[in-house]
């Protein structure tokens, strides 16, 4: 991880980011302490194809959700 001061991270912005592409962070500070945090974006997960597809890896309940409601609220009373 690099640290820059604040005027340095102003010029070379440019550079920052494209060191963000290629995996590395950065931190940018204003006298000393540190204002701000370059990283790479994380690739987000995979999409599901269908929806059809994921439904059909959820286990099935042997209860109707109607059934199940009803249950839940009698034995609250």
């Known amino acids: 991880m ?3 001061t604040l ?3 102003k ?6 980011l494209l060191q963000a ?8 500070t204003r006298r ?3 204002v701000a945090h370059i990283s790479p974006i994380l690739k987000p997960r995979r999409p599901v194809k269908s929806l059809t597809q994921f439904r059909s890896r959820i286990p099935r309940w042997r209860k109707s959700s109607a059934g ?6 009698d034995e609250d009373l």
């Open 2 to 4: 690099v640290t820059v």
């Open 7 to 9: 005027a340095e991270a």
């Open 11 to 16: 010029a070379h912005l440019s550079h920052l």
């Open 21 to 28: 592409g290629t995996g590395k962070e950065t931190i940018i």
């Open 32 to 34: 000393r302490p540190p």
């Open 68 to 73: 199940l409601l009803c249950e839940m609220r």
